[in-house]
């Protein structure tokens, strides 16, 4: 510890601390512009200078280490001149246009101008132009007004791991530009705009839309990811204007992914829905609530009087609040079925039987910092969890050591230490070979009930680096991603997981897909005894499907499965916030349900974080909160037990009012035989499935500035040089992809980050449905 | 009124800069003195500081004290680097040891990385000059083949890799941790210090930085002791010192001279001022260093001390002259705009700064100028000096203050009268070149 006075104030501060830290800790506010606490230091704008005992000139706070008894003054006269003279030149060239920029009201430059800067300029010389750029859809650019501080080129290189942009010339012609003809296309891309200290990089999509000081800000959470990002939504006259972090240090930090920041735009897109509509003799028809609920009910009604129960089932989306999960669960066990399930991406549910208690992540998200060896098995970490994968990335830079087993190698922007690459269908093995090298390693046996098929396996050069690299750590975890998630041999690849952070004490956990994959297996929105999953339930359609939040040809495990299901239906009642074009084919009736922003809610996020958030605007036309719809629907069925008055009520009945209900029923583990089963048969192709950011919900997928992002580009047919060889297709060649569900033309883009006899097809999209499962063997052919 | 000369010695045949001119003028012996007589490394460092060496690239810092703040007992690679950057206007004696004395360069390097335990160097070169550059890859290459360079050195366990390294003419890569950016293969823009370069240097590794002629210097201190060296120029000014003349003298040139030659016999050395015209200022020690005017400086002897005494710096030893044909104002206007042009635009006094102090002089000279500016320019360098990264900010506002506080009333003349205090005829005849009309 060492001893500093701040401006008269004696304090303790810890080794290495900067003056600024320890101004910070006296409650002193330094203006400052490039420093940043998350960005290193670059010391360039000056503001911060302050006055320092015995220096002979002043000192920039941030980055100045405090020595033993160091005194310091923040606001002497010496500092306050250097202060106002670093404001003088920050304004001389900055242009007096806040009445038209976007910053305005919300500009640390605006803001301490006030208190450094003059009335009127000393500068009557012509101010500096710099041309704008083309950062892409979501960052609009005034570069006329930046002041060079550099923390968006840190923050791209730094927290996103790619310097997408960077200060080119000299002096007073220096301009932060992206490299020439290039734009910013980072999933993160988004925290550059809350960086930027003055207006000149702004959210495009939100440009002149509000003044910052006409919306009022409302806490809420974020409903894409596992994370659950903490969100500060704005609104003004009942309209979702923008979304900005609210910082939570153990969950997004201070950043949002662009998928949080931007997918709000979809909450006033066309395919809203906001009228309750049902089909009655073939047409559709929009009619009140108390038509289609009743409308509704019958239909379920006379399908269980005359079908039976079992012949009814939920499909509910991992994306759709705790509220709505407990009720619709409920309500579907009332009616005497147990056919629930909200996996609706997974096709492996072997493990249930032996599975107790939620898959998740198996330790906090702020402890990936003290991990030093991380394993991952098969994910796009990057795509599919951006902050995590930031978390991942700062950690690696302090000694943390990442390894991946998977069939896809593309870039996560930090160091992954060993790799194997290869196939799904040998992703088992692979990872029993890691299993084998590692008990080698670490001297313990391998356990009883999967050592007889690890002893068969042959250890790969990468399964004994991987094992090699695990052995030698200290504070390991093995992490499954949703592409092991959605392996058609999930719970065998689990089973391995748990081996590993058995033999290195270290932890297990799935990453998982959606904001409320923990929070669905907690209120039970999967099935239960004699109940049956979602690949049962579509693969010996049922009579009545009620689905909540999930759209047929994007949210499930098979786009074509699903479809034919739904079609040869007697009942599909579809709650959701769109009007789905496919649901209007096979729906039979579409209630409007609130976005999460329309209703109060709950989500637990991956580390079994419960978070609460309340509505921020009024449910836009005739839609409803869903938890009021399904609660309505429960009294119309006659069900006991949905007589609430609040969301709050709904959530103490699901929690069980407890606050450990939660936390008490992580869990997740399987115990399993291991498959032996071929993951893949036929000739061809193994397909391996990315859900690409931007289509893995309903949200994002109409989020128009997300969807002209480079990451929502159409889907490609993505194969190594060998494979295309071996097919005959060449780079940027039409191709014809055939399963044993139907065929698709794609463009096949030769990709070395795709595993040998792997083909890479992104699920979740129109031009990829009519293949059907997300995985298997697919053939291609060119066209 | 003689020179004195150590590192341009002999330099009269166009074979000088050969190594084998160079051993036939006593070259390598310095460093076969060291392998021969096991000099320790210590020793060796003491050497350097007895002789009283004072860094020739502009700060004057003592070469044997930062020499001796590389930790001994680093257990990673360390690093050499020269200042060869040479971007001061009016500095051309790097460019000439380069050209026709490399390895003294190369041999001062070698002794400095045996001194620190270095294992490997960059000579990082001034991009402008690139056939300096090629001559250097080649003198490296006659080193490394006569076994003066490279692994087991004349035989011995001590290695010593140098590389040549060219920049792209940016002024600021002079600047010794944006030389070392430069080198890592970055934009070449000052780190904040602390850490120093001693710490945290090329690729986050101890690492120093001396000028070239700071180098060329070693040998002799090794091979004469430092006591000699010291004693040739004056107590805490050791040695001979390489003056880069240019302006409104009769033979502009590099002249080696003792530190402490009076600053007439240097003008004297260099044909005096040119066509008798008398002498107005002088810029001692190149282009960032304060101007005098000429009574001042003609009391001076040419060394360290005596010149901070007079109120500027020794700097790199660029003795810019001025007679009395010169404006001040256009000259103060030129020299504001290198620094305008030069700023790297990192941190915000010096990039803001230099501009608007180019623009306030430019409308000074050209007729523009209002009654206040000189207040203007005043206050403008005092916001600029002390508050930068690195010592740019100051190298700029240090022209404008000092040429503002000597010849004020030629600065106010132009503003009273929107023309030049020293008639346009008369500058064109002094310079033998036009000027224009306001001028």
């Known amino acids: ?783 | 009124m003689s020179t004195h000369e150590l590192i341009f010695a002999g330099l009269d045949g166009d074979r000088t800069w050969r190594l084998e001119d160079y051993v036939a003028r006593g070259g390598y012996s310095a460093l076969k003195k060291i392998i021969n007589e096991k000099i320790s490394p210590e020793d060796v460092i003491a050497e350097v500081k007895k002789s009283g060496l004072r860094g020739r690239g502009g700060a004057g810092f003592p070469t044997g004290l930062k020499w001796s703040f590389m930790p001994r007992a680093f257990p990673g690679a360390k690093y050499l680097a020269c200042n060869s950057d040479e971007g001061e206007p009016g500095t051309f004696k790097d460019r000439d040891i380069l050209r026709y004395n490399p390895h003294s360069v190369i041999e001062g390097m070698t002794i400095a990385a045996y001194a620190m335990g270095c294992e490997r160097g960059y000579n990082y070169i001034h991009g402008e000059i690139f056939d300096v550059y090629q001559r250097f890859e080649e003198a490296l290459a006659e080193a490394r083949a006569a076994g003066f360079l490279g692994q087991n050195i004349l035989g011995t366990d001590f290695g010593f890799e140098l590389f040549a390294h060219h920049g792209y003419g940016a002024y600021i890569c002079g600047e010794e941790t944006a030389l070392l950016e430069s080198i890592e293969g970055k934009k070449g823009q000052p780190r904040f210090k602390p850490p120093f370069p001693a710490s945290y240097g090329i690729y986050g590794k101890p690492t120093t930085i001396n000028n070239t002629e700071t180098f060329a210097s070693v040998p002799f201190i090794i091979n004469d002791g430092g006591e000699h060296f010291l004693n040739l120029g004056k107590p805490n000014n050791g040695g001979t010192k390489i003056f880069s003349v240019s302006g409104h003298v009769g033979r502009p040139g590099n002249y080696e001279v003792r530190l402490g030659t009076p600053f007439s016999e240097l003008l004297a050395l260099a044909g005096g001022v040119r066509g008798g015209r008398r002498l107005k200022a002088v810029i001692p020690g190149g282009s960032s260093a304060p101007v005098l005017p000429a009574d001042i400086m003609m009391d001076c002897t040419m060394d360290y001390d005596s010149i901070s005494k007079a109120g500027s710096m020794l700097g790199s030893g660029a003795v810019i002259v001025m007679d009395e044909s010169t404006c001040m104002v256009k000259a103060l206007e030129r020299l504001s705009y290198f620094y305008f042009e030069e700023s790297c635009g990192q941190c915000t006094p010096c990039r803001e700064g230099t501009g608007w102090l180019y623009r306030v002089v430019h409308r000074i000279e050209h007729g523009k100028g209002r009654p206040e500016d000189l207040d203007l320019l005043n206050s403008v360098t005092a916001n600029i000096m002390g508050r930068t990264i690195c010592a740019l900010g100051d190298a700029a506002s240090m022209p404008v203050q000092s040429f503002v506080k000597h010849f004020g009333s030629e600065f106010e003349y132009h503003i009273e009268h929107k023309q030049c205090l020293v008639p346009a005829d008369v500058q064109n005849e002094g310079s033998k070149i036009y000027v224009g009309p306001t001028c």
């Open chain 1, 1 to 783: 510890m060492l001893e500093i006075e701040i401006d008269g104030k004696v304090i303790q501060v810890n080794d290495g601390s900067t003056v600024m830290d320890a101004a910070t800790q006296a409650g002193s506010y330094v203006p400052h512009f490039c420093y940043h606490k998350k960005l290193s230091i670059a010391a360039n704008c000056r503001m911060c200078l302050v006055q320092v005992e015995k220096a002979p000139k002043p000192l920039p706070a941030c980055a100045t280490p405090v020595t033993n008894g160091m005194k310091v003054w923040t606001h002497s006269e010496a500092a306050v001149k250097a202060q106002k003279g670093v404001m003088e030149f920050l304004l001389i060239n900055h242009p007096l246009d806040c009445p038209i920029c976007d910053q305005g009201g919300e500009c640390q430059l605006q803001d301490l101008a006030v208190g450094y800067g003059d009335s009127s300029s000393r500068y009557q010389e012509e101010k500096r132009v710099v041309l704008n750029k083309n950062l892409g859809s979501l960052v609009a650019t005034d570069m006329t007004r930046c002041i060079n501080c550099t923390r968006c080129v840190r923050f791209t290189q730094e927290i996103a791991g790619e310097m997408e942009l960077g200060q080119a010339f000299r002096g007073e012609h220096a301009e932060i530009m992206p490299f020439v003809e290039k734009t910013v296309d980072s999933e993160l891309s988004g925290n550059i705009i809350d960086l930027c200290p003055v207006g000149a990089l702004t959210s495009k999509p939100f440009r002149f839309s509000a003044r910052t000081w006409e919306m009022s800000r409302r806490k809420s959470v974020s409903p894409h990811d596992s994370l659950g990002s903490n969100l500060i939504v704005q609104v003004k006259h009942d309209t979702v204007k923008r979304v900005l972090p609210l910082e939570n240090e153990a969950i997004n930090e201070c950043w949002l992914s662009d998928k949080d920041r931007f997918a709000y735009e979809a909450l006033g897109s066309d395919e809203r829905l906001t009228k309750p509509m049902i089909r009655q003799g073939g047409e559709w028809q929009e009619v009140d609530w108390q038509t289609a609920l009743e409308f509704v009910a019958n239909g379920l009604k006379s399908t269980v009087r005359e079908q039976g129960a079992q012949s009814v089932g939920a499909l509910l989306s991992p994306h759709a609040t705790l509220e709505e999960l407990h009720l619709a669960q409920k309500l579907m066990r009332g009616l005497g079925s147990e056919n629930i399930d909200s996996r609706l991406r997974q096709a492996d549910f072997s493990g249930d039987a032996s599975r107790s208690g939620a898959p998740w992540l198996g330790m906090p998200i702020a402890e990936v910092a003290s991990l030093n060896r991380l394993l991952v098995v098969g994910s796009f970490l990057r795509k599919d969890h951006p902050l995590l994968a930031q978390r991942v990335r700062q950690a690696a830079k302090r000694g943390l050591r990442v390894s991946y087993v998977g069939p896809n190698a593309e870039d996560w922007l930090l160091p992954v230490r060993n790799r194997a690459l290869v196939a799904p269908g040998k992703m088992l093995a692979e990872l029993a070979g890691v299993v084998k090298a590692l008990s080698l390693a670490v001297s313990k046996p391998v356990s009883g009930a999967i050592a007889d098929y690890v002893a068969a396996v042959a250890i790969s050069p990468a399964a004994q680096a991987i094992a090699d690299d695990l052995a030698a750590g200290s504070s390991a975890a093995v992490w499954l991603g949703n592409l092991a998630a959605q392996h058609p041999q999930a719970a065998s690849l689990q089973q391995l997981a748990q081996e590993i952070a058995r033999l290195v004490d270290g932890r297990v956990g799935i990453i998982g897909e959606a904001a409320n994959s923990v929070g669905a297996h907690v209120v039970g929105a999967v099935p239960g005894a004699g109940g049956r999953n979602v690949a049962d339930m579509l693969d010996k359609p049922l009579a009545a499907y009620l689905v909540l939040g999930a759209e047929a040809e994007f949210d499930f495990a098979d786009a074509v499965k699903t479809r034919t299901a739904f079609e040869q239906a007697g009942l599909v009642v579809s709650l959701g916030a769109f009007r789905s074009v496919a649901a209007l084919d096979y729906a039979d009736a579409m209630l409007p349900i609130a976005p999460f922003t329309e209703t109060a809610g709950t989500f637990v996020n991956c580390e079994g974080r419960v978070q609460s958030f309340y509505g921020v605007v009024k449910p836009l036309g005739e839609t409803r909160p869903g938890w009021k719809v399904l609660r309505v629907l429960g009294n119309l069925l006659g069900l006991d037990g949905f007589d609430f008055a609040k969301a709050d009520e709904v959530c103490v009945e699901a929690l069980g009012g407890s606050p450990e209900f939660v936390s008490e029923r992580l869990g997740g583990l399987v115990d399993v035989p291991l498959s032996s089963q071929p993951a893949a048969e036929g000739k061809g192709f193994e397909r391996v499935a990315d859900i690409p950011l931007y289509f893995a919900d309903p949200l994002v997928r109409r989020a128009p500035s997300l969807q002209k992002t480079k990451d929502a580009a159409a889907p490609l047919a993505r194969m190594n040089a060998a494979t295309a060889a071996a097919s005959g297709v060449a780079d940027g060649q039409l191709v014809r992809l055939r399963s044993a569900a139907g065929v698709v033309s794609l463009t096949a883009r030769v990709d070395e980050a795709v595993a040998d006899g792997c083909v890479r097809v992104a699920g979740a999209h129109q031009s990829t449905a009519g293949l059907g499962p997300l995985s298997g063997v697919i053939s291609v052919e060119g066209l």
